[in-house]
T-cell receptor, first 117, second 106 residues
């Protein structure tokens, strides 16, 4: 059973370009979480998705950031018109199901390191 | 003040030493996670616990819900244990501590 997969592992973009980060959850997992780790800072929650639904996007910046988890295919985190401050490691995690309080173990992907020049 | 505080921020040890990393939190939680992040950046979930104590190999995690405190212990530490150890608590989402950077020297 392959773990959580993220690609690309490293992504370089110039200011103003778009960045698309992909996350394939573990087989059988229908819940996906995105986290951001800024340089020298801790991980911060961004968004929680189920298939075709955004459940909690309270950690997403209001502009330029969007996420989806379609019925088929990986979850995508999209950053439009990137700026230098978007440079960070973006981690995806998945879990098999969600109960009240989100108590399930989350399995993390290897992360995508975004560098904005 | 952060909702999840870890101490120490940095820790160095000689191989074989007993290691303790502490985590205190100020919010109501349903569970607490200990994660390990290696220099390459990947994150591994070590423990999820909501009460008592769990053990896996040389790693032991304890939690005291009343005192809102958890500890991660590493017995007989080894250089391969060198990593950042992150405490995270479940509210309606995961809230992370800033991590403890552990270096174990041979």
């Amino acid at each position: 059973n392959a773990g959580v997969m993220q690609n690309p592992r490293h992504l370089v973009r110039r200011r103003g370009q778009e960045a698309r980060l992909r996350c394939s959850p573990m087989k059988g997992h229908s819940h996906v979480y995105w986290y951001r780790q800024l340089p020298e800072e801790g991980l911060k929650f961004m968004v929680y998705l189920q298939k075709e639904n955004i459940i909690d996007e309270s950690g997403m910046p209001k502009e330029r950031f969007s996420a989806e988890f379609p019925k088929e295919g990986p979850s995508i985190l999209r950053i439009q018109q990137v700026v230098r401050g978007d440079s960070a490691a973006y981690f995806c995690a998945s879990s098999p199901f969600w109960t009240s309080g989100n108590t399930d173990t989350q399995y993390f992907g290897p992360g995508t390191r975004l560098t904005v020049l | 003040k952060n909702e999840v505080e870890q101490s120490p921020q940095n820790l160095t040890a000689q191989e074989g030493e007993f290691i303790t990393i502490n985590c205190s939190y100020s919010v109501g939680i349903s569970a607490l996670h200990w994660l390990q992040q290696h220099p390459g950046g990947g994150i591994v979930s070590l423990f999820m616990l909501s009460s008592g104590k769990k053990k896996h190999g040389r790693l032991i995690a304890t939690i005291n819900i009343q005192e809102k405190h958890s500890s991660l212990h590493i017995t007989a530490s080894h250089p391969r244990d060198s990593a950042v150890y992150i405490c995270a608590v479940n509210t309606d989402k995961l809230i992370f501590g800033t991590g403890t950077r552990l270096q174990v020297f041979p």
